[in-house]
């Protein structure tokens, strides 16, 4: 791994990161959107470097977190930062796939899970030399359908599913969420400014909930018309050290 360093997540929290393995924009909007609140059993699936839960723990202190990655490197990181913040008694690494998680994980425990998935479908656009981006970016290790399905196996019933993708993936998460009998329940979009379509979504799903009444929130918007952050993107940043604007 390359330039492997230490980068501020604010309130103390560090975060072991290298040039395959970082978190960017939809990452920080993810945990934010999704952070639980009390003692909450959580997992994270495709961690990456373990920024997701990382916040979680910086913001809530008695969560417990199980954070899933398939790539040992970046498992690697994040045991790093496990150590390097003393929080093994709080966030366990498991080098595992999520599409084989029985006997891994206890399935109907968790009351949240999240994810940040790959956002192009296998096969389809440019292809990252970068083994590490390009499982980050394509669905080459997992599809929509193992992510929904793993999630619902770990979730209990009522348990909260979370997820950012493309607009343009909308419909095939709604659809993948319900094929696992994981209601749609909150969504809210993220653009850059008020002139810019959408470019992301954040969704949150619930274990076994009642069809319909989906909670559509305001529109989230990276920048203010002077160009700057706006004043919800500095609350969720708060004090990190470096942060782009791009989703």
């Known amino acids: 791994m390359k330039n492997i360093h230490r980068e501020p997540l604010g309130g103390g929290m560090e975060i072991f990161v290298s040039d395959s393995y970082h978190f960017s924009t939809d990452t920080i909007l993810l945990a934010d959107f999704s952070k639980p609140s009390g003692s909450k059993k959580c997992a994270d699936l495709g961690t990456g470097c373990g920024t997701i839960p990382l916040l979680w723990l910086k913001d809530n202190p008695s969560c417990r977190v199980s954070a899933v990655e398939i790539q040992p490197d970046a498992c690697a990181l994040l045991r790093d930062s496990i150590a390097y913040n003393h929080l093994e008694e709080r966030l366990t690494a498991l080098n595992a796939d999520l599409k084989n998680l029985k006997g891994t994980l206890p399935f109907g425990a968790f009351d949240l899970v999240a994810c940040n998935p790959p956002y192009k479908l296998g096969g389809t656009g440019i292809q990252n030399p970068d083994s590490a981006k390009l499982i980050a970016r394509h669905e080459?290790?997992?599809?929509?359908?193992?992510?929904?399905?793993?999630?619902?196996?770990?979730?209990?019933?009522?348990?909260?599913?979370?997820?950012?993708?493309?607009?343009?993936?909308?419909?095939?998460?709604?659809?993948?969420?319900?094929?696992?009998?994981?209601?749609?329940?909150?969504?809210?979009?993220?653009?850059?400014?008020?002139?810019?379509?959408?470019?992301?979504?954040?969704?949150?799903?619930?274990?076994?909930?009642?069809?319909?009444?989906?909670?559509?929130?305001?529109?989230?918007?990276?920048?203010?018309?002077?160009?700057?952050?706006?004043?919800?993107?500095?609350?969720?940043?708060?004090?990190?050290?470096?942060?782009?604007?791009?989703?």
């Open 140 to 247: 080459t290790e997992c599809t929509l359908d193992d992510v929904c399905g793993a999630a619902a196996n770990l979730l209990q019933f009522g348990g909260r599913f979370c997820i950012c993708q493309r607009p343009e993936r909308l419909a095939d998460v709604m659809e993948s969420m319900r094929k696992f009998a994981v209601e749609p329940k909150r969504l809210r979009l993220v653009q850059q400014r008020k002139s810019k379509a959408p470019k992301l979504f954040l969704l949150e799903g619930r274990r076994g909930g009642k069809r319909g009444f989906l909670d559509v929130l305001p529109t989230l918007f990276i920048e203010d018309e002077q160009g700057d952050f706006s004043q919800e993107m500095l609350a969720i940043y708060g004090n990190y050290k470096t942060i782009d604007k791009e989703v």
